[in-house]
């Protein structure tokens, strides 16, 4: 069956360290995958897209990777701080029309 | 910037009732989407709509309907609430995916189905 899968256990780290997550899935051939991050009682808010053709996409202190052999997404924040503490998604096209698939996504939390 | 708006944050309703949610996006977007996220199961996709009176279902698209009469608006339905249907409910909306591929969302209605 299709699964996306992403660490369901929270990830806590120290401030100023960077935070790598990770987003594995099975039985997809997606054209691209993208991360949006979810803060407590919102909706999510889109943050990075990579096509299956890129190997590495960065914007500001966030970069994503992409490895279509392993079917396997890393999403890095550098230099992390309080204030990206929430929870990431990662999110596969999986049909036409921008259809996405959702993984469950890692709640993160960057402490002092 | 885009904005998606849904017509509550918070919802109560019994066992039984019709419950509309809508959707109102202002950025003339053709494609809309509804779904519903609980814990440990993230988000899942209940219908779409690539144009107005345009509707396709999702994974999940049993107990619900949609409506799709404008452009700018989307409506999910819930013929007979159930309390299997208490969750969080996610509306989001964009461009043919020709132009971008991102998703705008709502701020999410939570309904509880007593």
């Known amino acids: 069956s299709q699964k996306i899968e992403q660490n369901s256990e929270a990830l806590n780290i120290q401030e100023g360290k960077t935070a790598t997550l990770t987003c594995n899935y099975t039985n997809y051939s997606p054209a691209y995958l993208q991360w949006y991050r979810q803060d407590p009682g919102r909706g999510p808010v889109f943050l990075l897209l990579?096509?299956?053709?890129?190997k590495e996409k960065r914007k500001e202190r966030l970069k994503v990777t992409f490895d279509t052999t392993l079917k396997q997404s890393l999403f890095h924040i550098t230099a992390s701080q309080p204030a990206d503490s929430a929870t990431y998604l990662c999110a596969l096209a999986t049909g036409g029309g921008n259809k996405l698939t959702f993984g469950t996504g890692t709640q993160l939390k960057v402490e002092l | 910037d885009v904005k998606v708006t849904q017509s509550s944050r918070y919802l109560v309703k019994r066992t039984g009732e019709k419950v509309f949610l809508e959707c109102v996006q202002d950025m003339d977007h053709e494609n809309m989407f509804w779904y519903r996220q609980d814990p440990g199961l993230g988000l899942r996709l209940i219908y779409f709509?690539?144009?107005?009176?345009?509707?396709e279902k999702g994974d999940i698209p049993e107990g619900y309907s949609v409506s799709r009469e404008k452009k700018e608006r989307f409506s999910l339905i819930l013929e007979s609430a159930s309390t299997n249907q208490t969750s969080m409910y996610l509306c989001?909306?964009?461009?043919?995916?020709?132009?971008?591929?991102?998703?705008?969302f709502g701020p999410g209605t939570r309904l509880t189905v007593l």
């Open positions: 990579i096509r299956e053709n890129e």
């Open positions: 709509s690539y144009d107005v009176k345009m509707k």
């Open positions: 989001a909306s964009s461009l043919p995916s020709s132009l971008t591929d991102t998703q705008y």
